[in-house]
Protein backbone atom coordinates (compact mmCIF):
# COMPACT_ATOMS: atom_id res chain seq x y z
CA UNK A 1 0.00 0.00 0.00
CA UNK A 2 1.27 3.45 -1.30
CA UNK A 3 2.68 5.68 1.72
CA UNK A 4 0.18 8.58 0.75
CA UNK A 5 -2.61 6.07 0.66
CA UNK A 6 -1.73 4.54 4.30
CA UNK A 7 -1.84 8.32 5.39
CA UNK A 8 -5.71 9.36 4.79
CA UNK A 9 -6.15 5.74 5.89
CA UNK A 10 -4.82 6.67 9.31
CA UNK A 11 -7.17 9.93 8.93
CA UNK A 12 -9.84 7.89 7.75
CA UNK A 13 -9.91 5.47 10.64
CA UNK A 14 -9.61 8.19 13.25
CA UNK A 15 -12.62 10.48 11.91
CA UNK A 16 -14.71 7.07 12.02
CA UNK A 17 -13.81 5.98 15.40
CA UNK A 18 -14.44 9.32 16.60
CA UNK A 19 -17.90 9.93 14.42
CA UNK A 20 -18.62 6.18 16.89
CA UNK A 21 -18.06 7.64 19.95
CA UNK A 22 -21.60 8.68 21.46
CA UNK A 23 -22.09 4.42 20.24
CA UNK A 24 -18.91 3.22 22.40
CA UNK A 25 -17.99 5.78 24.71
CA UNK A 26 -19.21 6.06 28.53
CA UNK A 27 -22.33 8.00 28.88
CA UNK A 28 -22.03 9.04 32.98
CA UNK A 29 -18.22 10.69 32.11
CA UNK A 30 -18.46 13.78 33.24
CA UNK A 31 -16.92 16.93 31.81
CA UNK A 32 -14.90 18.90 34.32
CA UNK A 33 -16.26 22.24 35.37
CA UNK A 34 -15.03 25.19 33.79
CA UNK A 35 -13.44 27.84 35.54
CA UNK A 36 -15.30 31.05 36.10
CA UNK A 37 -14.92 33.99 34.10
CA UNK A 38 -16.58 36.29 36.50
CA UNK A 39 -14.42 39.08 37.99
CA UNK A 40 -14.86 41.67 40.71
CA UNK A 41 -15.46 44.28 40.12
CA UNK A 42 -13.69 46.30 42.72
CA UNK A 43 -10.29 44.59 41.15
CA UNK A 44 -9.74 46.92 38.29
CA UNK A 45 -6.07 46.68 38.69
CA UNK A 46 -4.07 44.24 39.21
CA UNK A 47 -0.76 45.37 41.56
CA UNK A 48 2.13 43.31 42.25
CA UNK A 49 3.09 43.08 45.71
CA UNK A 50 5.64 45.20 47.30
CA UNK A 51 7.76 45.46 50.23
CA UNK A 52 7.18 48.67 51.76
CA UNK A 53 10.61 50.16 52.89
CA UNK A 54 12.74 48.15 50.01
CA UNK A 55 15.65 50.19 48.55
CA UNK A 56 15.07 50.69 45.10
CA UNK A 57 17.54 48.15 43.64
CA UNK A 58 17.58 49.56 40.11
CA UNK A 59 21.22 51.13 39.91
CA UNK A 60 21.80 54.96 38.89
CA UNK A 61 23.93 54.02 36.02
CA UNK A 62 24.70 51.29 33.74
CA UNK A 63 27.56 49.17 33.50
CA UNK A 64 29.09 48.44 30.37
CA UNK A 65 30.12 44.57 30.70
CA UNK A 66 33.13 45.46 28.07
CA UNK A 67 35.19 47.17 30.63
CA UNK A 68 37.94 45.87 31.55
CA UNK A 69 38.42 47.33 35.04
CA UNK A 70 34.88 46.35 35.62
CA UNK A 71 35.48 42.75 34.33
CA UNK A 72 39.54 42.83 36.27
CA UNK A 73 37.18 43.36 39.80
CA UNK A 74 34.33 41.04 39.39
CA UNK A 75 36.67 37.94 38.10
CA UNK A 76 34.55 37.60 34.76
CA UNK A 77 36.19 37.35 31.53
CA UNK A 78 34.63 38.87 28.02
CA UNK A 79 34.54 36.22 25.85
CA UNK A 80 35.36 36.73 22.19
CA UNK A 81 33.21 37.27 19.75
CA UNK A 82 34.43 34.71 17.05
CA UNK A 83 34.19 32.14 20.24
CA UNK A 84 30.52 32.54 20.42
CA UNK A 85 28.65 29.70 19.68
CA UNK A 86 25.37 30.40 17.85
CA UNK A 87 22.00 28.89 18.43
CA UNK A 88 21.19 26.41 15.93
CA UNK A 89 17.28 25.82 15.45
CA UNK A 90 16.74 21.57 15.21
CA UNK A 91 14.98 20.54 12.21
CA UNK A 92 13.89 16.91 12.11
CA UNK A 93 15.57 14.38 9.59
CA UNK A 94 13.19 14.32 7.30
CA UNK A 95 10.16 16.44 6.59
CA UNK A 96 7.00 15.50 6.83
CA UNK A 97 5.68 14.68 3.08
CA UNK A 98 1.96 15.43 2.47
CA UNK A 99 -0.97 12.90 2.84
CA UNK A 100 -1.44 13.64 -0.86
CA UNK A 101 -4.96 14.36 -2.62
CA UNK A 102 -8.04 13.15 -0.13
CA UNK A 103 -9.97 10.45 -1.87
CA UNK A 104 -12.84 10.99 -3.82
CA UNK A 105 -15.07 9.26 -1.76
CA UNK A 106 -15.35 7.38 1.66
CA UNK A 107 -18.31 5.18 2.18
CA UNK A 108 -18.74 2.97 5.33
CA UNK A 109 -21.19 0.56 7.52
CA UNK A 110 -20.79 0.00 10.92
CA UNK A 111 -21.59 -3.44 13.03
CA UNK A 112 -23.17 -2.74 17.01
CA UNK A 113 -22.84 -6.29 19.22
CA UNK A 114 -26.85 -6.50 20.17
CA UNK A 115 -27.73 -6.13 23.56
CA UNK A 116 -24.33 -5.33 24.63
CA UNK A 117 -22.30 -8.38 24.23
CA UNK A 118 -19.10 -7.52 24.07
CA UNK A 119 -17.28 -9.24 21.10
CA UNK A 120 -13.91 -10.83 21.93
CA UNK A 121 -11.17 -11.71 20.42
CA UNK A 122 -11.53 -15.18 18.99
CA UNK A 123 -14.57 -14.56 17.79
CA UNK A 124 -13.89 -11.69 15.93
CA UNK A 125 -10.50 -13.37 14.24
CA UNK A 126 -12.60 -16.42 13.84
CA UNK A 127 -15.13 -14.09 11.79
CA UNK A 128 -12.79 -12.22 10.03
CA UNK A 129 -11.38 -15.33 8.28
CA UNK A 130 -14.53 -16.84 7.31
CA UNK A 131 -15.61 -13.84 5.83
CA UNK A 132 -12.37 -14.00 3.76
CA UNK A 133 -10.45 -10.99 5.33
CA UNK A 134 -6.31 -10.59 5.86
CA UNK A 135 -4.85 -9.08 8.84
CA UNK A 136 -2.41 -6.85 7.80
CA UNK A 137 -1.26 -3.07 7.14
CA UNK A 138 -1.95 -0.73 10.35
CA UNK A 139 -2.46 -3.59 12.46
CA UNK A 140 -6.52 -3.98 10.92
CA UNK A 141 -8.04 -6.35 8.41
CA UNK A 142 -8.15 -5.65 4.81
CA UNK A 143 -9.90 -7.42 1.44
CA UNK A 144 -8.05 -7.90 -2.09
CA UNK A 145 -8.95 -9.18 -5.30
CA UNK A 146 -7.44 -11.24 -6.95
CA UNK A 147 -4.27 -9.98 -8.56
CA UNK A 148 -4.36 -6.57 -6.82
CA UNK A 149 -2.17 -5.63 -4.11
CA UNK A 150 -4.40 -2.99 -3.33
CA UNK A 151 -6.55 -3.22 -0.28
CA UNK A 152 -10.75 -3.16 -1.90
CA UNK A 153 -11.48 -2.44 1.81
CA UNK A 154 -10.74 -2.56 5.30
CA UNK A 155 -12.29 -3.31 8.66
CA UNK A 156 -10.98 -1.31 11.67
CA UNK A 157 -12.72 -1.25 15.37
CA UNK A 158 -14.67 0.82 16.15
CA UNK A 159 -13.39 1.71 19.57
CA UNK A 160 -10.16 3.69 20.51
CA UNK A 161 -7.81 3.13 19.23
CA UNK A 162 -9.05 2.34 15.80
CA UNK A 163 -6.60 -0.72 15.24
CA UNK A 164 -6.33 -4.32 16.79
CA UNK A 165 -3.28 -5.60 19.00
CA UNK A 166 -2.02 -8.92 16.76
CA UNK A 167 -0.90 -10.09 19.90
CA UNK A 168 -3.70 -9.85 22.23
CA UNK A 169 -6.10 -11.48 20.69
CA UNK A 170 -7.15 -13.56 23.72
CA UNK A 171 -7.50 -10.26 25.52
CA UNK A 172 -9.45 -8.07 22.60
CA UNK A 173 -12.93 -7.14 23.20
CA UNK A 174 -15.31 -4.77 21.36
CA UNK A 175 -18.70 -3.94 20.60
CA UNK A 176 -18.46 -2.90 17.31
CA UNK A 177 -16.46 -2.67 14.01
CA UNK A 178 -16.35 -0.75 11.07
CA UNK A 179 -15.90 -1.45 7.45
CA UNK A 180 -14.78 1.38 4.67
CA UNK A 181 -13.44 2.19 1.72
CA UNK A 182 -12.22 4.94 -0.17
CA UNK A 183 -12.49 5.89 -3.91
CA UNK A 184 -10.83 5.41 -6.28
CA UNK A 185 -10.02 1.92 -5.61
CA UNK A 186 -8.73 -0.81 -7.39
CA UNK A 187 -11.75 -1.79 -8.71
CA UNK A 188 -14.83 -0.20 -10.02
CA UNK A 189 -16.88 1.15 -7.53
CA UNK A 190 -19.83 -0.56 -7.59
CA UNK A 191 -18.50 -3.66 -7.63
CA UNK A 192 -16.01 -2.53 -4.34
CA UNK A 193 -19.14 -1.61 -2.80
CA UNK A 194 -21.16 -4.89 -3.83
CA UNK A 195 -18.44 -6.67 -1.87
CA UNK A 196 -17.75 -4.68 0.91
CA UNK A 197 -21.75 -4.85 1.62
CA UNK A 198 -21.22 -8.80 1.23
CA UNK A 199 -18.80 -9.09 4.02
CA UNK A 200 -20.38 -6.75 6.28
CA UNK A 201 -23.84 -9.10 5.99
CA UNK A 202 -21.47 -11.90 6.49
CA UNK A 203 -19.73 -10.15 9.63
CA UNK A 204 -23.09 -9.21 11.18
CA UNK A 205 -24.84 -12.73 11.03
CA UNK A 206 -21.38 -14.40 12.29
CA UNK A 207 -20.84 -11.72 15.59
CA UNK A 208 -24.56 -11.37 16.09
CA UNK A 209 -24.43 -7.89 15.53
CA UNK A 210 -26.65 -4.81 13.94
CA UNK A 211 -25.76 -3.52 10.30
CA UNK A 212 -25.58 0.09 10.99
CA UNK A 213 -25.03 3.12 7.94
CA UNK A 214 -22.49 5.60 7.85
CA UNK A 215 -24.87 7.81 10.31
CA UNK A 216 -25.14 5.20 12.92
CA UNK A 217 -28.77 4.53 11.69
CA UNK A 218 -30.20 0.40 10.98
CA UNK A 219 -29.28 0.37 7.39
CA UNK A 220 -33.01 -0.61 4.94
CA UNK A 221 -32.91 -1.61 1.63
CA UNK A 222 -33.71 1.92 0.75
CA UNK A 223 -30.21 3.36 1.78
CA UNK A 224 -28.59 0.37 0.14
CA UNK A 225 -30.63 1.82 -3.44
CA UNK A 226 -29.41 4.93 -2.47
CA UNK A 227 -25.64 3.82 -2.54
CA UNK A 228 -25.32 1.48 -5.29
CA UNK A 229 -26.56 4.59 -7.57
CA UNK A 230 -24.47 6.86 -6.08
CA UNK A 231 -21.65 4.13 -6.65
CA UNK A 232 -22.81 3.58 -10.19
CA UNK A 233 -22.71 7.58 -10.98
CA UNK A 234 -19.29 7.36 -9.63
CA UNK A 235 -18.21 4.46 -12.19
CA UNK A 236 -20.27 6.70 -15.59
CA UNK A 237 -18.19 10.14 -14.54
CA UNK A 238 -14.94 8.35 -14.19
CA UNK A 239 -15.09 6.24 -17.78
Wanted: without cysteine; negative net charge; hydrophobic residues 35%.
Amino acid sequence: METSTLRWVIIIIGVLVLGSVFLFGNPNKKSKPRASRKTDANKSERREPTLEGAPDQTPDYEIETGDPDYLAETGQQELPIDQMEPEVEEFPSEPTRPAGPPPDKISSLFLLSRDNHIINGAELLQAALNAGLEFGEMNIFHRFFEGSDKAVFSMANAAKPGHFDRDGWNTFETQGVVLFMTLPGPAHALDAWDSLFATAKRMAELLQADLLDEEHSPFTRLREAQIREEMREYDRNRS
